[in-house]
């Protein structure tokens, strides 16, 4: 049996009433940590598990439940950069000695896989790793449509979250060694402890469904990227009052932090950076001379005045 199992995965592993809750109920003896986002694609899933990868421990499992947003979101995100996000985490995790098992929530829409689905589950076939899609539990009379909420979430006041999890449940010892995925490049993490390191101010957050570190950058300030690379993304910590993130390059505009969705304190988000140099030296918070118009990315909204800007880290190149 599991040592740990960690769920890394999107609104559909978090909500209440979901799977998660029922595996906590099956499985009361076994540490499972929840390090999900929503609304977020694997992107921000290999941010989670570059977060937590001096926890994660041989003979740990990590159910990576990110395939319905992959797919949901492939509109705004390049699928290039998302699906190398996706197989650099699970090589991570699979270096530490653990074990990838990828569950599948299809949109209620899909009532067959879509090609990003099939993409992922191939991955899943070619690197050994145990899979389950919710197609799998419908029994001969049911349709995704009538056991879902709405487009992304199974309805919890229905049969599905219970059955997902007792099936998770008998996936756990699955033994077979996971072959690694290909991986072209492999991006380098630059975590908010590092960042603090360069100067920047450590602030942490944390509410009922996750704690993070970050690094503050105020108007004006900057911090360092080592060896100036090429940003994949940024993962931030999206407020109401945020500002916006910065190259330094006049030409370019800087990336809001703020978050379109309303009544949340905060919420962990990741954003790509409008430069047109592609290397970048510093990152700013938004400096008072520099008064362009923010660009947003998926999911937020205009960050026009000067604000601090708090960072949980930078994939780079």
Known sequence: ??????????????????????????????????????????????????????????????????????????????????????????????????????????????????????????????????????????????????????????????????????????MLGATEPQRPPPVEKFWRWIGAAELVAAGAEYVSYENRLLETASARINPGDWIPIPDEARIVSIGIVSKPDSGAVWCGHQPCAPASCRPEATGFAFLLRSTRLPCVHGTVGRLFARPDYWPMASWQDYGQSPANELAPVDLIGVLVE
């Not at 950069?81 to 209620?108: D, E, Y």
């Open 1 to 170: 049996m599991a040592r740990a199992i960690w769920i890394c995965g999107t609104s559909a592993s978090i909500s209440s009433g979901c799977y998660s809750d029922f595996l906590r109920d099956l499985l009361p003896n076994i540490n499972i940590r929840n390090i999900s986002v929503g609304d977020q694609t694997s992107i921000m899933g290999l941010m989670r598990i570059h977060q937590y990868a001096g926890d994660i421990k041989p003979g740990d499992i990590v159910v990576w439940e990110y395939a319905l947003l992959d797919d949901v979101l492939s509109p705004f995100y390049d699928r290039r950069t998302v699906f190398s996000a996706m197989k650099q985490a699970w090589l991570i995790v699979m270096q530490r000695g653990a074990t990838v098992l990828l569950l599948v929530t299809p949109s209620r829409s899909n009532a067959t896989p879509s090609h990003i689905e099939e993409e992922i589950i191939g991955t899943a076939l070619y690197c050994g790793v145990p899979l389950l899609t919710l197609r799998d539990l419908l029994l001969p009379h049911e349709k995704l449509e009538d056991l879902y909420r709405d487009d992304r979430h199974p309805d919890e006041r229905g049969e599905l979250p219970s059955r997902t999890a007792r099936q998770l449940a008998s």
